[in-house]
């Protein structure tokens, strides 16, 4: 464990908030939860990139905002080297203390960003690359990407749902090795929470992916974000863990509640009340419902057996 | 033009036999640039190579990315010009074509980023020879344009360049353009004045906007109908601007230094002209022999050197042609379905003239086919036999294999 780990109860959180009433966000928005509880952990010495993303709308139209640090929008592929840009600009200039953070999509980060984000990675620029993933192009109107779960019907995925699984972008950038990679969800802030701050406070390339619920994109209802959240974490759809730099080796380790069910197999829940709790799955056939659980288990087995618990 | 090597023979100044993109390295090390983004394309390469060698030797200090795109180094640019640092990056042809939408993302953000352009035509097929079909069709998004004639004249152009996109009338881009081989990478003389002149002339980058998380700004959101046609006056405001600094900016440049200053239209032999040749880069040069040549057999020719294309200089080509009886143009640049760029924006100049010239246009050295003073004296006879009887034309290719210009 880092000593500069930091791990707040409730009450003892900041109370400073950098994303301010008012802003864009649709009615039980996960992303807007997660970029609230990001930059709370981050603090005010923060500069965001955001790409085209829902966060282009979040944040509010101009002369107005709801971000309360410096947010710099940039093209939709390009959030990465934006913020590395931006980055080697505060060093030039002598500033060291401000995190520099890209605030993505799944569609700028899983799809167009990629290049970008893999070339930041690979040079190990300064950044902080936050995926924050509601598992489709939900600012354009809920099309399919890369993130896109098995069977999850979008409006270019109607009629049949999506016939690909997802691609494991976290593991994407484990690959490069990078001084941190944690995946995450406002569904258990506190986990989020610290793992932003741990990641604030590490040098290079940093990534966290957060899995944002969208109630309209997902089609549950608004007060349910949370539990959904939840629930893609009970049943390892979305484990939580994260993977760093210790003596020389890459150590992945889970956290939280994926780290109890590894050592409590039983508390894995099935998939089905997780594709129940979501309109995308309706209509779901038994079949698509084993492909999609065969796919968690192998993905979860995997994971155990290269992750420590 | 340069001036001669001997009366720059003095005490701190670099004399240098280099190649135009080196000329561009060692502008961007006098002008102190702190954060450059590389990514290689012919024949833009040595220029970005030779400053990855200024900053790992430590002559310049400054962070170099090594992006992975076109499109990551001008977004590089983008990031750290944002966060108040001089930047620099090179491309060509491709790579340009690639940026294009972060062009217009540098000019919108009005940000002084200055970036060299080697011009080289576009595939397929693949060629890497000079052309302006790049950055031509890279001339409506809000970049300033200036078009290089030699080496010096490139190394001269970026140093006023900073000058000029950081004033506060001003925060626009400048691409700083410079032919394949015939410049990139032919040596000739060129002088560098000492850097502590330099920095007297050229400081620090003090930016109109920056990201402060103590003055924390959201930059670039959505902008509705009612606001969003106000930020593009301004660029073409800033434009304006332009036109009245760029040559105050070259005389200061030309009356400190005795080099290159800045300027949008180079004359030759213009004051008695009564036909006009006008072109660019460094054919703009080499068009000199031509226009004595002709003078020779009578022909009262004068020369138009056109160095920046945006702001396009419509009051000073509008100046120049007025009076005359004949104009010619000849571009390296053909928009399919039209004619050449020059050609194109010098008819809007000639325009508003109640005694209009007749103009004569013509498309050559297309991928970097050769065009020399020969060439050009054939397609000025021809132009001038055509307005002699009263038919001028538009658009004419020169030198294709099985056309003749009958």
Known sequence: MSSREVSWAIRELPREEYLLPGHAACAGCGASLSLRLTLKALGKRTIVVVPACCTSII????????????????????????????????????????TVIAWAGDGGTYDIGLQALSGAAERGDDILYICYNNEAY????????????YAAKTTTTPVLGKREHKKNMPMIMVAHGISYVATATPAYPLDLMRKVRKARDMEGTRYIEILSPCPPGWRFPADKTVEVGRLAVQTCAFPLWEALWEDGQQVIRLTGPSKLIAQVPELKLPVEPYLAMQGRFAGISPED???????IDAAWERLLKIAEF | MAVSAGARAREGWLSLMVTGNHAAAWAVKVARVQVVAAYPITPQTTIVEKIAEFVEKGELKAEYIRVESEHSAMTACIGASAAGARTFTATAAHGLALMHECLWWAAGARLPIVMAVVNRAMGPGWNIWTDYCDTMAQRDLGWVQIYCADNQEVFDSIIQAYRLAEDPRVMLPVMVDLEAFILSHTYMP?????????????????????????????????VFPAHYMEFRYLMQEAMENVKELLPKIGEDYKRRFGLTGLDFVETYRCEDADALLLTMGTMGVEARITVDRLRERGHRVGLARVRVFRPFPVEQIRGLAKGVEKVVVIDRHISYGAEGALAMETKWALYP???????????????GRDVTYKDMETMALKALEWMEKGQPREGVWYGVRGLELA
Do not use: Y
């Open chain 1, 289 to 295: 419902v084993r492909t999609f659980q065969a796919w």
């Open chain 1, 138 to 149: 939900m600012n354009t109107g809920i099309q399919r990407s890369g993130a896109t779960p």
């Open chain 2, 190 to 222: 060129v002088h560098v004045p000492p850097q502590d002149e330099i920095d007297d002339w050229l400081p620090p980058l003090k930016p109109a906007w920056t990201l402060d998380p103590e003055e924390p700004i959201t930059h670039g959101n959505l």
């Open chain 2, 353 to 367: 003239l109640e005694e209009k010239p007749m103009m004569t246009s013509f498309i050559a050295g297309i991928g």
């Open chain 1, 59 to 98: 944040q509010g139209p101009w002369p107005k905002t709801a971000v309360a640090v410096p947010l710099m929008n940039i093209m939709f592929e390009a959030a990465a080297v934006c913020a590395a840009g931006i980055a080697a600009g505060l060093k030039a200039r002598g500033i060291e203390d401000i």
